[in-house]
């Protein structure tokens, strides 16, 4: 996954790459969306741990590129 922005010059990527295990399903675009949430003046992402065999979801903030 990765998130782009559309800019007087054009499309820009702003952050990303990162992992999102889907095991072949859909994801909506309202699902994606939410994934991604300003709070703070500070843009966080929602992420599974794939460490858990539930891939409980965490919030982690998102590095934006420069």
């Given amino acids: 996954m990765t998130t782009w922005t559309l800019r007087s010059d054009g499309w820009k990527c702003i952050a990303g790459p990162w992992l999102i295990p889907t095991a072949g399903e859909y994801q ?7 994934r991604i949430v300003l709070e703070n003046d500070t ?4 992420q599974e741990d794939i460490a858990d065999e539930h891939f409980t979801m965490q919030k982690q903030i998102l ?3 420069k």
């Fill in 63 to 65: 590095p934006l590129e």
């Fill in 43 to 46: 843009v966080y992402f929602w």
């Fill in 28 to 34: 909506s675009d309202i699902s994606l969306r939410n």
